[in-house]
């Protein structure tokens, strides 16, 4: 089936660095989402993206976070500066039509952050 | 408050047994729902998905939904021990579509 891929897979850093994680999603997909999950239970929805715009984010998307997708690369999602309670699984997601059109979200393996 | 609940938390069934998850949106603008399930370290993979009432049937699943009381279950039968997973079941929004999930049901299936 269609494959969202996620770079790295595990990244460890200081607080107070900047880390990004990096999501190849599905090639003709054009929505794509940022969810964290903590401790293997509830997936939290951050933010989605169309367009080269926020369409929406919640409140967990703080000011420290940032998405982007510079055309042909990856859709990225930029912490800075970073604090302990980032430390979580990050899933990216992508799909075909909005939230509006009930369209599959399909999911990335995760990057799990970990804030020393 | 938890707009989507499911229960049980967790649960444990024998092998060839019947698996019985249970998820309720607290939301009334809800008219989608979902099922994922996602492994240990692995990404939530879409078991099924319904939005009429009745029930849907796909193998060994099957996914019951009652719009009036937005409550919607998953049942497994003949569970495998490569069914243990977590399940999350998801709702979404009538107008904005947005999807929300419920904390899961850890499932494992004792061979």
């Known amino acids: 089936g269609p494959k969202v891929l996620q770079i790295p897979s595990h990244q460890i850093i200081d607080m107070g660095q900047m880390v990004t994680l990096n999501c190849d999603p599905v090639?003709?997909?054009?929505?794509f989402y940022w969810y964290k999950q903590i401790l293997g239970q509830q997936m939290e929805f951050l933010v989605n993206?169309?367009?080269?715009?926020?369409?929406?984010k919640s409140k967990l998307f703080k000011d420290q976070f940032s998405v982007e997708r510079p055309d042909g690369s990856y859709f990225t999602l930029k912490i800075q500066p970073t604090a302990l309670e980032d430390s979580a699984v990050y899933f990216c997601a992508s799909s075909l039509g909005d939230w509006g059109s009930a369209e599959t979200l399909y999911f990335g393996s995760g990057t799990r952050l970990t804030v020393l | 408050q938890q707009k989507v609940q499911q229960s049980p938390e967790s649960l444990i069934v024998p092998e060839g047994g019947m698996a019985s998850l249970n998820c309720t949106s607290s939301d009334r603008n809800v008219d989608y729902f979902w099922w994922y399930r996602q492994h240990s370290g692995k990404s939530p993979k879409m078991l099924m998905s319904i939005f009429s009432n009745g029930e849907k049937e796909e193998g060994r699943f099957t996914v019951h939904l009652n719009k009036a009381s937005l409550h919607t279950s998953l049942h497994i039968r003949d569970s495998q021990p490569s069914d243990s997973a977590l399940y999350l079941c998801a709702a979404s929004d009538t107008n904005t579509g947005k999807l929300t999930f419920g904390d899961g049901t850890v499932l494992t299936v004792k061979p």
């Open positions: 993206f169309y367009n080269g715009k926020v369409m929406e």
């Open positions: 090639s003709n997909h054009l929505y």
